[in-house]
T-cell receptor, first 119, second 112 residues
Framework: DAGVIQSPRHEVTEMGQEVTLRCKPI?????LFWYRQTMMRGLELLIY????????DSGMPEDRFSAKMPNASFSTLKIQPSEPRDSAVYFC?????????????????FGSGTRLTVV | AQRVTQPEKLLSVFKGAPVELKCNYS??????LFWYVQYSRQRLQLLLR??SRESIKGFTADLNKGETSFHLKKPFAQEEDSAMYYC??????????????FGQGTILTVHP
């Protein structure tokens, strides 16, 4: 398995533009997480899904941010309109419970991240 | 609300010296605690979790509930230990199970 795949690796966009980040979780994983990493705030959870359903979006900073998971193998994080303060590295992670209701922490896998720069 | 604090943004030691990365947490209950590591140009990965009481790459971490701490220690640092280290907490009994709350991270540099 290629692990959690994120695209693009780097994104540079102008303020006001729409940005879409993509994530393909590991096949069979039923949890998907979006995190944001900045120097000031470290790693923060934005939103997470269980079986494609959003469970907790309390970390989404503003209405400009939205996330979807239309199926078990794909998720998007969209920022519209983007602002310079959105510049960060965005990570996607996935994990599974194997149907047992207990997270497999050793299988909690992060993607390589998307480095977003809004100018 | 749960919170994780890593007081040191940067930590520098020389090879062979002991190293301790500090982590304190606030949580009303029995959390699960983890250390994650991110080496240069690599993905964030789990280093160890408190419940396993394991030693990985010479690192250990003991949960001290009285001091609400989970410090990461290694008796003899190696240059390859240079990386960003994150302490993280999960609420095993909460509604947001699976959510990790991270500290701000500590950049460890081990000099030759």
């Amino acid at each position: 398995d290629a692990g959690v795949i994120q695209s693009p690796r780097h994104e540079v966009t102008e303020m006001g533009q729409e940005v879409t980040l993509r994530c393909k979780p590991i096949s069979g994983h039923d949890y998907l997480f979006w995190y944001r990493q900045t120097m000031m705030r470290g790693l923060e959870l934005l939103i997470y899904f269980n079986n494609n359903v959003p469970i907790d979006d309390s970390g989404m900073p503003e209405d400009r941010f939205s996330a979807k998971m239309p199926n078990a193998s794909f998720s998007t994080l969209k920022i519209q309109p983007s602002e310079p303060r959105d510049s960060a590295v965005y990570f996607c992670a996935s994990s599974s419970t194997g149907g047992q209701g207990v997270i497999n922490w050793y299988g909690y896998t992060f993607g390589s991240g998307t480095r977003l720069t809004v100018v | 609300a749960q919170r994780v604090t890593q007081p040191e943004k940067l930590l520098s030691v020389f090879k062979g010296a002991p190293v301790e990365l500090k982590c304190n947490y606030s949580y009303s209950g029995s959390p699960e605690l983890f250390w994650y590591v991110q080496y240069s140009r690599q993905r964030l990965q789990l280093l160890l979790r408190h419940i396993s009481r394991e030693s990985i790459k010479g690192f250990t971490a003991d949960l001290n509930k009285g001091e609400t701490s989970f410090h990461l220690k290694k008796p003899f640092a190696q240059e390859e230990d240079s990386a960003m280290y994150y302490c993280a907490l999960s609420d095993p009994g909460g509604t947001s199970y699976g959510k990790l709350t991270f500290g701000q991270g500590t950049i460890l540099t081990v000099h030759p």
